[in-house]
């Protein structure tokens, strides 16, 4: 899978609904087996971790649903936010105060602990929770913030995709290369062979 937002999780996330280049808008995310299998795709689950939780799914299905249902609202509270901070816009209040609680219960499952490379910070009590990969997702959204790389978030001008732009002269565009750039470049090519052809019929008519 090629991950347009540079490998980012949480900007990922908010492009499961996004429009294409026709401009139509297009949700990847129908219910939470389907948020499970982008979190596998994605990476933010490991293969082990997606069978248990597919168990758990299927054993709790109100619970699969309720926290479907809280993913779709972290969702569009990250888009609102980072489309904030991206344009330079104000944050709404209930934004900030829905990223919050998000935040606080992110936090409330992390603890620090002496690992292999000093003090490091673990998730904990998160076995068989079918909220765990949506803790992991807003758990990357925060390093983004705490991390200063907010900074480096662009947004696709034609799909209106987020991404980070790692390269190193800081001028990435497109979303992706393949697509969106492709797309671009497609129509510029016409525009421009449709100005010499009519150049050439306007100098036939001269003639």
Request: net charge positive; aromatic share 12%.
């Amino acid at each position: 899978m090629y991950l347009a937002d540079g490998r980012n999780a949480p900007l990922h996330f908010i492009n499961t609904y996004k429009r294409d280049y026709r401009g139509i808008y297009k949700d990847s995310l129908r219910n939470y087996e389907g948020f499970l299998n982008w979190c596998a795709a994605t990476g933010v689950i490991c293969q082990d971790r997606l069978l248990q939780l597919d168990i758990e799914m299927r054993c709790y299905v109100r619970e699969a649903e309720r926290v479907f249902e809280l993913a779709l609202a972290t969702r569009k509270c990250l888009d609102e936010l980072f489309n904030c901070l991206q344009s330079g816009r104000p944050v709404h209040g209930q934004v900030l105060h829905f990223f919050n609680q998000m935040s606080a219960e992110v936090k409330a499952h992390m603890r620090y602990e002496i690992g292999p490379r000093g003090l490091e910070q673990f998730w904990i009590n998160i076995n068989e929770e079918l909220a765990a990969p949506l803790w992991f997702v807003m758990g990357e959204a925060m390093l983004l913030i705490d991390f200063g790389k907010l900074r480096l978030v662009k947004k696709c001008p034609l799909c209106g995709s987020l991404f980070l732009d790692e390269s190193r002269t800081r001028n990435r565009i497109w979303c992706n290369p393949n697509t969106c750039g492709s797309v671009r470049k497609s129509v510029s090519y016409y525009n421009r062979k449709s100005q010499t052809v009519e150049g050439l019929k306007m100098e036939e008519v001269r003639k």
